[in-house]
């Protein structure tokens, strides 16, 4: 039997394990992380590089590692030569983040506890976790950690999907299959948020002026994509003084600044715009037709024409419904977990959702505050999953 089996090896469950192994509390041969994936982190380096982000939005001292200055110390082994931290908050270089995550990895032989496969059942066996995969094989575990994230569901709006289905070319920028050096410009991206801006910024530098961006909303300009007063007790003391859940989702809801850009960005956009590499729109998508010759027309309420194009890159976000569909929600009735209105677990301060079950991510959204789907979010899930271990 396992002692700790953690579902999903992305960065809230790889930072689950490398803290349970940092922190003594757990040797390589008592985790297995479970995840569909040829290895570790498979969609966040998918989903970063396909949109060419050179710095993380986030500061230098969020990483997948249980010590702070982790990043920073390894930073220093690549000397001065290169601009490795970026801004006033010192955001890492995506490249850097990913050598010191690799090296994480690499180092505690993470690849020794990786476990190819899909869970799609769990269940209670003794005082201990089965977990039934896709395979049919089944493993026991005492501790199971469910690190499941969001990006198996992107979300296209509803206007784009019917024409979609007519065969326009109409993709999400993190479909598993696309690949973008097979679409001809000119393209049309829309989405207003960082990953529009990035996704922009990239299309443009390879076909300038056959790129437009196409937002409903002005820029909305943060640092980060929620106040970092949400990182401590300045915000988090009041949010955890909620007893009712539905206001904890409501502050987290209002705490996010979805569809937001930083300034470097923005100025950035602005800069391509003035030179006539990117077009820039605002209006909303209210009525999309397609021709035979697969042009694809997008109009506004009064049908009214907004833009015409051949290729359209959705950078609108994943769907925000609970991670794990049909299977979890069998064990949530299986086991009558406790859920607030929104659906999501409802669990105790070491995010413990039932005896010996933890959720970290998504899942650990109503405890860990508005954070809880960024790194910061991995880091604060991890401590408080290890700390009475
Ligand atoms: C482009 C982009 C840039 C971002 N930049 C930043 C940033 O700079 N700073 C920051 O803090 N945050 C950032 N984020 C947000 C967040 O940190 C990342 O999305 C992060 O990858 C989320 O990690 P995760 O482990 O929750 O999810 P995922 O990366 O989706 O990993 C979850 C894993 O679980 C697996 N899984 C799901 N269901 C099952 C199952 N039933 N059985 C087995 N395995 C399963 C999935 O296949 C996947 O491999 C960014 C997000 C995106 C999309």
Known sequence: ?????????????????????????????????????????????????????????SSFVHHVS??????????????????????????PKLTLFNDHCDELIHTHKLENSWYKGTVNGLSKYFNSWQVTLESGETIRTKH??????LSQQPSIPDQLISSKNKGGSIHHIFEEELNLDRLHPPMTIVGGGITAAHTAISLSNKYPGHVTLLKRHPFRVHSFDSDPGWLGPKN????????????RRKSIFDA?????????????LRKREKTGELTIQTADISAVSIDEDKTITMMDEERDLIHKTRNVICCTGFHSSMPGGTWLQHVIQQYSLPCAQCG??????????????????????????????????????AAKITANH
Not at 67 to 84: C, R
Not at 258 to 268: A, D, F, M
């Open 344 to 381: 999501y677990p409802i669990v105790s301060k070491s995010l413990m959702w039932d005896d010996c079950l933890y959720v970290a991510g998504p899942l650990a959204e109503l405890e860990v505050g508005p954070v809880a789907r960024n790194i910061s979010g991995a880091q604060k899930a």
């Open 256 to 268: 996010r600044h979805r569809g937001s850009i930083t300034r470097e960005l923005y100025l950035k």
């Open 144 to 149: 199971i950690v469910l690190a499941l994230g």
């Open 236 to 247: 988090m003391h009041r949010f955890l003084k909620l007893t009712d859940y539905q206001q």
């Open 66 to 91: 249980s010590s702070p200055f982790s990043l920073d110390q390894f930073g220093k082994k690549y000397g001065e030569q290169q601009k490795l931290f970026l801004g006033r908050y010192h955001r």
């Open 1 to 57: 039997m396992q002692t700790w089996v953690i579902v999903g090896g992305g960065i809230q469950g790889v930072t689950v394990a490398i803290h349970l192994l940092e922190k003594n509390i757990a040797t390589l041969e008592e985790i297995t992380i479970i995840d569909p994936h040829d290895q570790p982190l498979s969609k966040w380096k998918q989903m970063t590089s396909r949109i060419d982000m050179p710095f993380l939005r």
